[in-house]
């Protein structure tokens, strides 16, 4: 029955706002042309956002917020599966894509008023692969930069990159002022909540810790303009209950809400006031497990755990929210395989394997600790399906709710006996190439950062540099290593591939434009929105 528990209760909850949107939709219908316009984006999330404030590390939550305050040379576009003009007008390679030029738009302004130039963009790239954290291997290709003209770049590469989609990524390819902070060090200069982006919204308030937590107003000076119809500032409101959160939008108090369970996000569908998105994402979910210490540094038991889940009953619980995983790779970005050989629900075969380990049912049994970020509801009602299925093999799994950067942190603790057994975690690529998986979650780390399974082999890792430099030379031979290096995955079992997630948002009929990017997870670019009478 646990399995089923949580959506009994989800279903209660829906039903009640169900009628407090019935007794409070007073407003008038969107489109009305005599509603008000709003000038305020208001973002709700569950979890804190400014996880980071420094362009050159960043690697968390942040993305949602710097992605408004800062740009990047280039930016994918999922409809042509290429990279569109920002920052840069134009770009080219050399035949063996060692070398490339980017011209760079005229007349942009860091919000500190200093011109952006090809030697401030340099400098800010240097800062970054100096720096050498978060995504910074985006630019570990590169030698060295040329700056020919103001408006003129050059990089020159050690191994052949495909260097217009690393600069598209949504991480470490920002673009800022590396003068901003005087004399002050501007690391510390950035973590006092202050940015030096070029985009389209700068910092306005900070209150770290409380519910609005960050606003940001438009730069009068953006290179864009502020001639068209665009919101003005972008609130971001830190709501862990998702009940909250959709009584908030339903009311008109927040503009979006980036997750609800399932069946609150279907009960909005009927709402006139509000517009709901479900699209495919390259997001999925993993179970991180301890490959290090523990009873799951014993392969044979990783591959048992990997047989004891009920894939198909999490994703019919979820109701529409995600959909099975086939490997690392999500559908929609290459490198994708449908036939790989993936683990299905055998509880039969777990249960010989944990046998044969000494554990499982009349055996020795096994207490494992599981962590997930506090406020995630669809995270939440896996675990209990984990839990469930688990308890059936003899093992007892205790689920322990954190705070994102605490279930980190712990993590990543260099003492092992203070580290979690399975770690529940979404993953997104930092560009649109399966590299952003491989070499953040799977290569071996001394120390780890996102290896959070504490997972280490040397012939994948070999396999990962030569199909990095494969994906801007030959393409179909970058493909068809990662269809090898998704296969050892499997064998070695250091992850369980619970599923791909769907973008499943709510927002207010008044917002106008909203585009979907997967590969700026759970980004709303708010420039390009176009506010409607509500």
Known sequence: MAKHRGLLIAAGVVASLLMLAACGSTSPQSGSSTGPVSTTFTYDTYTPVMVGWDPSTSYSNEIIAMSNMYETLTRYNPVTKTVDPLLATSWKSSADARTWTFQLRPGVYFHTGRLMTAQAVKAAIERTIKLNQGAAYIWSAVSSIDTPSQDTIVFHLKYAAPLDLNASADYAAYIFDTKASGSQPLAKWFTA?????????????????????????????YWGGWNDTHYKRVVFRVVPQDTTAAQLLTSGQVSFVEQLSPPLWASLKSNPQVQTINDPSWQNLFAFMNCKSGPLANLTVRRALSYAVDYTGIVAALKGAVVLSS????????????????????????????????????????????????GDSNEQLVATILKSDLAQLNIQLSIKPLSWPTQWAQAQSTNVNQRQDITLMYWWPDYADPYSWFINLFHSEAKPYYNLCYYANPRLDAMMARAEMDAATNRTNAIALYQQMQTILLQDAPVLFLYNNNDQYA???????????????????????RPLPS
């Open 193 to 221: 909540g202050h940015d030096a982006g070029t985009g389209p919204y700068t910092v306005q308030t900070w209150n770290s810790g409380q519910e609005t937590e960050l606003t940001l107003t438009s730069f009068p000076k």
């Open 327 to 374: 490997g690392v790779v999500p559908p929609g970005l290459w490198g994708h395989f449908d036939n790989l050989p993936n683990y299905t629900y055998d509880s039969s075969k777990a249960k010989q394997l944990l046998n044969s380990a000494g554990y499982g049912p009349g055996k020795k049994p096994m207490d494992l600790k599981l962590t997930l970020t506090q």
């Open 507 to 529: 927002l207010l009929k008044s917002v106008g434009n909203l585009k979907v990017n997967p590969a700026y997870p759970n980004v709303v670019f708010v420039y390009d929105l």
